[in-house]
Nanobody, 122 residues
């Protein structure tokens, strides 16, 4: 019923930039928050940044000042602008939509995207 479609990953040199996009599709009435998480090999998935429908933003300390999250509520899309990328930013990046209300359903659920690889290497 709800799909999150991510795009924008790839290979970039240290110091470079990438922009990730995640669009939510389906019979969606509302989404409380959308965010980005990442998982590097051998590590747990961690929050990178998220943003509520009221534009409240939260960032991991490791990306503060380098990454910028934004959201287009009308398009149900979240963006992650990643600047000054470092090799330690290499991971699979996952989009998450939190507390999604679907038309015709009484409960709310969270949804995840399929992930997009970001590799920072020279």
């Amino acid at each position: 019923q709800v799909q999150l479609v991510e795009s924008g990953g790839g290979l970039v040199q240290p110091g470079g930039s990438l922009r990730l996009s995640c669009a939510a599709a389906g019979n969606i009435h509302s989404i409380y928050a959308m965010g980005w998480y990442r998982q590097a090999p051998g590590k747990q998935r961690e929050l990178v940044a998220d943003i509520t429908y009221q534009d409240n933003k939260k960032y991991a300390d490791a990306v503060q000042g380098r990454f910028t999250i934004s959201r287009d509520n009308a398009k149900k899309t979240v963006y992650l602008q990643m600047d000054s990328l470092k090799p330690e930013d290499t991971a699979v990046y996952y989009c998450r939509a939190e507390r999604v209300e679907v038309l015709g359903m009484t409960n709310v659920n969270d949804y995840w995207g399929q992930g997009t690889q970001v590799t920072v290497s020279s």
